[in-house]
């Protein structure tokens, strides 16, 4: 298993600019999330699914967009590039096991926006 | 925002010493969960607590909850350099499978 993927590992966008961040995942879970990583702010949630066609807003929703078509796949959307969104991005799958909510996270995709 | 306060924000430490983070929050938290993330690494995830004055250990980590589920502990023995990193503390909501993370405990452990 590749566990979870995300293309690209880095990107660089000018203001205004829309991009989509990819991200895949070949565990069959359910859940996958997106989360912003900046400095001295821990992560912060964007936006999450509980399955195909199920998405919600989490605590940093505002210039993105998601859609989960599939299980296997989550991709984020950034609508109109703002410096404000240069940040780590990194998306996880989780499934409810022994250990618990057991999330899974993909290596991250560095975003600068200038 | 977010649920969970972190402290401390940065630990640094000779090899050997013991370190501890600690997870609070104002409210009763449903469960708790720990992470280690190295630098320029992804989170992975390490233990999930669930009950009042849960204890659970992972060889030199022990983790604990307190017995009124608001506050949670990472503690580490004898640390050794591969302890480098920022340990997160994140609380689930199982109803919506939402995750709220704290700011991170960054660790430095020098030789």
């Known amino acids: 298993n590749a566990g979870v993927t995300q293309t690209p590992k880095f990107q660089v966008l000018k203001t205004g600019q829309s991009m989509t961040l990819q991200c895949a995942q070949d565990?069959?879970?359910?859940?996958m999330s997106w989360y912003r990583q900046d400095p001295g702010m821990g992560l912060r949630l964007i936006h999450y699914?509980?399955?195909?066609?199920?998405?919600d807003q989490g605590e940093v929703p505002n210039g993105y967009n998601v859609s989960r078509s599939t299980t296997e796949d989550f991709p984020l959307r950034l609508l109109s590039a703002a410096p404000s969104q240069t940040s780590v991005y990194f998306c996880?799958?989780?499934?409810?096991?022994?250990?618990?909510?057991?999330?899974?996270f993909g290596p991250g995709t560095r975003l600068t926006v200038l | 925002g977010q649920q969970v306060m972190q402290i401390p924000q940065y630990q640094h430490v000779q090899e050997g010493e013991d370190f501890t983070t600690y997870c609070n929050s104002s409210?009763?938290?449903?469960?708790i969960q720990w992470y280690k993330q190295r630098p320029g690494g992804h989170p992975v995830f390490l233990i999930q607590?669930?009950?009042?004055?849960e204890v659970k250990k992972q060889k030199r980590l022990t983790f604990q909850f307190g017995e009124a589920k608001k506050n949670s502990s990472l503690h580490i023995t004898a640390t050794q350099t591969t302890d480098v990193g920022t340990y997160f503390c994140a609380e689930t909501r199982y109803n919506f499978n939402k995750f709220y993370f704290g700011s991170g405990t960054k660790l430095n452990v020098k030789p």
């Open positions: 409210t009763t938290l449903s469960n």
């Open positions: 565990m069959n879970h359910e859940y």
């Open positions: 996880a799958s989780s499934l409810r096991d022994r250990a618990g909510d057991t999330q899974y």
């Open positions: 607590l669930v009950k009042s004055g």
């Open positions: 699914s509980v399955g195909a066609g199920i998405t």
